[in-house]
């Protein structure tokens, strides 16, 4: 069975953690685009933007490959929370979601130049926080070297010790849902022996 190659279109730890835990063998070249999208709706936002990454990492190669990239955003509250860039802009975030539901929703695009076909899809997760003391919120932004890095908090991290409750695909929380991706390749003609995985 001819074995295709996996271009992960995305420099996050998380989603390698992700890939790496199934053992799939893949590449990793990072968009060059911009984030930007003018998209309301949040689904549509990081579908929009999942797009435009893998868009950016077919015009960086020249051979064929299934392109894989994605974007995550934490919703709550009619707000769309990214990555933050001060540590009070994090605190506020924690705050306002103490003892709340937030929801984690990721916009995946597989985009396969083998068939030249493009499948945009999105996932959400409803995450509960338990009630956040004051102290407890500056220990996480003391103490969390990823804060920057991940939108709104580190689920996979420091933040852990918060979660109450989560309703939904698990692995959506941290950027990629690999149960989603092969059910969308398996609707584009593949099986999973059409991949490599480390032994």
């Not at 989603?15 to 893949?26: A, N, P, S, V």
């Not at 060059?32 to 990454?53: A, C, F, I, Q, R």
């Not at 500056?138 to 309703?167: M, T």
């Amino acid at each position: 069975m001819e074995k295709v190659k996996v271009i992960l279109a995305s420099g996050s730890k998380q989603r390698k953690d992700i890939f790496e835990m199934i053992g799939l063998k893949y590449e990793v070249i990072t968009s060059l685009v911009d984030e930007n999208s003018t998209k309301e709706d949040p689904y549509e936002y990081v579908e929009e933007l999942s797009k435009g990454k893998a868009e950016s990492v077919t015009e960086q190669i020249n051979e064929k490959a299934i392109i894989i990239s994605a974007d995550t955003i934490v919703y709550f509250n009619g707000k769309k929370y990214e990555k933050p860039k001060t540590k009070e802009e994090v605190f506020k975030n924690m705050k306002d979601m103490s003892n709340k539901v937030n929801k984690i929703i990721t916009g995946i695009t597989i985009k396969d130049l083998y068939k030249d076909k493009t499948i945009t899809f999105s996932s959400s997760t409803d995450v509960k926080f338990r009630e956040l003391t004051d102290e407890e919120i500056n220990w996480y932004i003391e103490g969390e070297k990823r804060i920057f890095k991940c939108c709104g908090y580190v689920p996979l991290g420091k933040g852990a010790i918060f979660l109450d409750s989560v309703n939904g695909d698990y692995n959506t929380m941290f950027g990629i849902s690999p149960s989603l991706v092969f059910s969308k390749l398996k609707e584009l003609g593949y099986s999973i022996s059409n991949f490599e995985f480390v032994e």
